[in-house]
């Protein structure tokens, strides 16, 4: 299985912006959706968004539309996400997947099947 490394997290101050990256080893990565999830402290994990092999469909959690975008570059086999106009609530450590077609939705975890590490991203007020 790929080795999914990301990258990108940091402190950033409310409003701010940063772009996180995921770089994928292996091949054919271009057939495997990927996406971002995060975990805030004490909470479950979340789905925030993620976009399919192809780059022809994204979907994205409700609380980040309009201000996150995912993309891809198949040729780097990277996964990015955008995070603009960010708030506290954003704070966790964020996570990239990556899996292919299962019975599970795209926006459960459960229908990922390689994990990278997380990378911490923390919001101050």
């Known amino acids: 299985q790929a080795q999914l490394v990301a990258s990108g997290g940091g402190l950033v101050q409310a409003g701010g912006s940063l772009r996180l990256s995921c770089a994928a080893s292996?091949?054919?990565?271009?057939?495997?959706?990927m996406g971002w999830f995060r975990q805030a402290p004490g909470k479950e994990r979340e789905f925030v968004a993620a976009?399919?092999?192809?780059?022809?469909?994204?979907y994205y959690a409700e609380f980040v539309k309009g201000r996150f975008t995912i993309s891809r570059d198949n040729a780097k086999n990277t996964v990015y996400l955008q995070m603009n106009s960010l708030n506290p609530e954003d704070t966790g450590v964020y996570y990239c997947?990556?899996?292919?077609?299962?019975?599970?939705?795209?926006?459960?975890?459960?229908?990922?099947?390689?994990w990278g590490q997380g990378t911490q991203v923390t919001v101050s007020s």
């Open positions: 997947a990556a899996g292919r077609q299962s019975d599970y939705s795209i926006r459960d975890a459960r229908s990922y099947i390689n």
């Open positions: 292996g091949r054919d990565f271009n057939n495997y959706y």
């Open positions: 976009i399919s092999g192809d780059d022809s469909r994204t």
